[in-house]
């Protein structure tokens, strides 16, 4: 069965400092995934998605962006955060496009 | 873009009860998802419903797609139902979610 892992569950960075989250998945090959970020817990947005290594599509302009260097594996990075990066980080995979789609546990960032 | 609401947003329910909540979509999509978030924050799977009814023991969803809305059912709950209830479309290649609806239940 597919399991998907994210680490660290928790991070507390000053501003101004680097970030790297980091998701992978087992148990399936090139899945599309997804970075989400969820704010004040209530409502979930699209950061980035990936149908392939090397390929992100960013969906909203900001501090961060992400990579893929391998089929299974997808990181978040920002080379300064802000406090407004705080937030609850979920990553997620599916089998294609018009799949439902599966979550990891989420890492909660808080920027201080 | 497209608009997901979900109703009510708040709902604080006394255990054994029974309860609707519903999410509207303001256009055509290719599929949907029903979440529970548990206060952990890990997102769980309920139901993935592009039309029709599904039923997972205490749990069944609805979704019209003709009319653009989508119900989840909550039958006799218990406290472990607690937590938030995240409805999101398939809309293109994205999944757009709703703002959730907080259930409390209370023993």
């Known amino acids: 069965s597919q399991t998907i892992h994210q680490w660290p569950a928790t991070l507390v960075q000053p501003v101004g400092s680097p970030l790297s989250l980091e998701c992978t998945v087992e148990g399936t090959s090139n899945p599309n995934l997804y970075w989400y970020r969820q704010a004040a817990g209530r409502g979930l947005q699209l950061l980035f998605y990936s149908v392939g290594i090397g390929q992100i599509s960013s969906e909203v302009p900001q501090n961060l962006s992400a990579s893929r260097p391998q089929d299974r594996q997808f990181i978040l990075s920002s080379k300064k955060l802000l406090l407004s990066d705080s937030g609850f980080y979920l990553c997620?995979?599916?089998?294609?496009?018009?799949?439902?789609?599966?979550f990891g546990p989420g890492t909660r960032l808080l920027v201080l | 873009g497209i608009q997901v609401e979900q109703s009510p947003p708040d709902l604080i329910l006394q255990e054994g009860a029974n309860s609707t909540l519903r999410c509207n979509f303001s256009?055509?999509?290719?599929?949907l998802q029903w979440f529970h978030q548990n206060p952990w924050g890990q997102l769980i799977n309920l139901f993935y419903?592009?039309?029709g009814t599904k039923q997972n023991g205490r749990l069944s969803a609805t979704t019209v797609a003709t009319e653009r809305y989508s119900l989840l059912y909550i039958s006799s709950s218990q406290t472990t139902d607690s937590g938030v209830y995240f409805c999101?479309?398939?809309?293109?290649?994205?999944?757009?979610f709703g703002a959730g609806t907080i259930l409390r239940v209370k023993s």
């Open positions: 419903i592009p039309s």
């Open positions: 256009d055509s999509v290719n599929n």
């Open positions: 997620a995979w599916s089998p294609g496009t018009l799949t439902a789609q599966y």
């Open positions: 999101a479309v398939v809309y293109g290649n994205k999944l757009v």
